[in-house]
């Protein structure tokens, strides 16, 4: 069984500049999120969608991030305008369903160098 | 605020030795804890969850231990591989009405060295 695959694996772009990462979870999991993980710290979350709907995108900077899941299935997350800070690894992951003591599978990560 | 506070930072070790990291968390209302494992370059995998009605849990040459009366975790690794060189990170999930808010922890980087 293929994991959550996300692509890019790297990706370097100026400052300013916009950028897409796009994340394929495993076939049949509900649930998606969008994590952001800093050298040397734990992953912090995003956006989790469950299905189509994003349920929580409290933490997500609405100034410049975007994320859409068209379909319940495969996803995007955006940044446009990219800023130095937001140099970072971009983690997805999906479980099969949202509720409480459900595992999530991540992917391997897009690591994002902003110059 | 939720948090998660792990020990040590890093910890280096001979191969073949075994080691015990902790994990301390205030985190409510608490649902499982989780242990990862993440290799570099990679994302994390998980290793355990446990409930709160759950002590220990067993994975392999990992075992999770959990009391849920002081907060507090560890994770073990018997007789180390130099495979083991990973991040650890232990996640607290809190969960209200079935909607889940994991709180991640920053990780102990252990190094196996032969």
């Known amino acids: 069984e293929a994991g959550v695959v996300q692509s890019p694996r790297y990706k370097i772009i100026e400052k300013k500049q916009p950028v897409a990462f796009w994340c394929n979870p495993i076939?049949?999991?509900?649930?998606l999120y969008w994590y952001r993980q800093n050298l040397g710290q734990g992953p912090e979350l995003l956006i989790r969608?469950?299905?189509?709907?994003?349920?929580?995108d409290s933490q997500l900077p609405k100034d410049r991030f975007s994320a859409e899941r068209l379909k319940g299935v495969d996803s995007t997350l955006k940044i446009q305008p990219a800023e130095l800070g937001d140099s970072a690894v971009y983690l997805c992951?999906?479980?099969?369903?949202?509720?409480?003591?459900?595992?999530?599978?991540f992917g391997q990560g897009t690591r994002l160098t902003v110059v | 605020k939720n948090q998660v506070e792990q020990s040590p930072q890093s910890l280096i070790i001979l191969e073949g030795k075994n080691c015990t990291l902790q994990?301390?968390?205030?985190?409510?209302?608490?649902?499982?804890l989780r242990w990862y494992k993440q290799d570099t370059g990679r994302g994390p995998v998980s290793l355990t969850i446990?409930?709160?009605?759950?002590n220990t849990k067993s994975n392999g040459r990992y075992t999770a231990t959990l009391d849920a009366d002081t907060k507090q975790s560890s994770l073990h690794i018997t007789a180390s591989q130099l495979s083991d060189s990973a991040s650890y990170i232990c996640?607290?999930?809190?969960?209200?009405?079935?909607?889940?808010?994991?709180?991640f922890g920053t990780g102990t980087r252990l190094t196996i060295i032969p």
């Open positions: 969608y469950e299905n189509e709907e994003a349920v929580d």
């Open positions: 996640v607290v999930s809190a969960a209200n009405f079935g909607n889940e808010k994991l709180t």
């Open positions: 992951a999906s479980s099969p369903q949202g509720g409480a003591n459900t595992e999530a599978f």
């Open positions: 994990c301390n968390y205030t985190v409510s209302p608490f649902s499982n």
């Open positions: 446990m409930t709160f009605s759950e």
């Open positions: 076939s049949g999991h509900n649930t």
